[in-house]
């Protein structure tokens, strides 16, 4: 049974940082690319940032490039997303989500997700 838990998030002031992390089982996590995307109140769910499967390609939205940071630790089947100057408009709940030897942006094509954290970022 796969399995994706993410941890990490909270409320914090524009400004701060936080790191989420997404533990995987139940799968030959260094053969899956993992993204994470957010979801906020009545808004779409977004593609934030991705990693494929030996951490050598990342991708990011337009939005977070230059304060996220996507990583992975394959022994530990863990990924990591280092946000730093958050803003406001980053809260949201975070999922991280998995497709095996993919390369793509698209969460209709993943297909493993966790439940999500919550990233509330005041003024």
């Known amino acids: 049974q796969v399995q994706l838990v993410e941890s990490g998030g909270g409320l914090v002031q524009t400004g701060d940082s936080l790191r989420l992390s997404c533990a995987a089982s139940?799968?030959?996590?260094?053969?899956?690319?993992v993204g994470w995307f957010r979801q906020a109140p009545g808004k779409e769910r977004e593609f934030v940032a991705r990693?494929?499967?030996?951490?050598?390609?990342?991708d990011y939205v337009d939005s977070v490039k230059g304060r996220f940071t996507i990583s992975r630790d394959n022994a530990k089947n863990t990924v990591f997303l280092q946000m730093n100057s958050l803003k406001p408009e980053d809260t949201a709940v975070y999922l991280c989500?998995?497709?095996?030897?993919?390369?793509?942006?698209?969460?209709?094509?993943?297909?493993?997700w966790g439940q999500g954290t919550q990233v509330t970022v005041y003024s």
């Open positions: 139940g799968l030959t996590f260094n053969a899956y690319t």
């Open positions: 989500a998995a497709v095996r030897l993919r390369t793509t942006s698209r969460p209709s094509e993943y297909n493993y």
């Open positions: 990693i494929s499967w030996n951490g050598g390609t990342t």
